[in-house]
Nanobody, 124 residues
Framework: QVQLVESGGGLVQAGGSLRLSCAASGGTFSSYAMGWFRQAPGNEREFVAAISWSGGSTYFADSVKGRFTISRDNAKNTVLLQMQNLKAEDTAVYYC?????????????????WGQGTQVTVSS
């Protein structure tokens, strides 16, 4: 059983930056592919970014490509989402997710474990 705890959310002006962190415990972190998702009010949860177990492969939603980066530190059991040039439409609750596997996974249903989420609000 893996527990995930997100942090780093907050209120930022458009054009600003935030770094989200996800701390994992309870499993062999390096065995898990990790993802970030977000959900705005009234919307379905959507894919943001994913990173493979080694960190060697990453994938981003088109809406964040070039503005967000994802990284992981397997020694510290953490995954980071660096967000730059934030826009009002990035406002959402951001969730960290994990699943065992060697690939990248972009589907909500592919993930086994989820954090509680952290709110990101971008003011325009």
């Amino acid at each position: 059983q893996v527990q995930l705890v997100e942090s780093g959310g907050g209120l930022v002006q458009a054009g600003g930056s935030l770094r989200l962190s996800c701390a994992a415990s309870g499993g062999t972190f390096s065995s898990y592919a990790m993802g970030w998702f977000r959900q705005a009010p009234g919307n379905e949860r959507e894919f943001v970014a994913a990173i493979s177990w080694s960190g060697g492969s990453t994938y981003f939603a088109d809406s964040v490509k070039g503005r967000f980066t994802i990284s992981r530190d397997n020694a510290k059991n953490t995954v980071l989402l660096q967000m730059q040039n934030l826009k009002a439409e990035d406002t959402a609750v951001y969730y960290c997710a994990a699943r065992r596997g060697l690939r990248l996974y972009m589907d909500v249903v592919a993930y086994e474990y989820w954090g509680q989420g952290t709110q990101v609000t971008v003011s325009s």
